[in-house]
């Protein structure tokens, strides 16, 4: 069966950094556009960084820019996502997606255009 699983998340006070994996199985990641997301309970699930199939090209929500890296170990079919300088409102359960359905190689902040996902890791981040 096709999965992605989580893991990496916890509690930090503000400034702290966390490393977030996105694990897959049933599928190769190579293949496929990979993005991470968040959401807060009462609030939209908002992109926050994705990369695309070569690991080449990535992008940021422009509220995490300079904080966050996303990278991806094709060999260990898995990506991550390294937070630094965590701040209070990046508290959210953060998933990860992929584009499997689709022949896309450019990856976007969009989440109506991914199709599997993972059920999250929660992050918390307060004094």
């Known amino acids: 069966q096709l999965q992605l699983v989580e893991s990496g998340g916890g509690s930090v006070q503000p400034g702290g950094s966390l490393r977030l994996s996105c694990a897959a199985s049933g599928f190769t990641l190579d293949y496929y556009v990979i993005g991470w997301f968040r959401q807060a309970p009462g609030k939209e699930r908002e992109g926050v960084s994705c990369?695309?199939?070569?690991?080449?090209?990535?992008s940021y929500v422009d509220s995490v820019k300079g904080r966050f890296t996303i990278s991806r170990d094709n060999a260990k079919n898995t990506v991550y996502l390294e937070m630094n300088n965590l701040k209070p409102e990046d508290t959210a359960l953060y998933s990860c997606?992929?584009?499997?359905?689709?022949?896309?190689?450019?990856?976007?902040?969009?989440?109506?255009?991914?199709?599997?996902w993972g059920q999250g890791t929660q992050v918390t981040v307060s004094s």
């Open positions: 990369i695309n199939k070569s690991g080449r090209s990535t």
């Open positions: 997606a992929a584009i499997t359905k689709a022949m896309i190689g450019l990856c976007g902040l969009t989440p109506q255009t991914y199709d599997a």
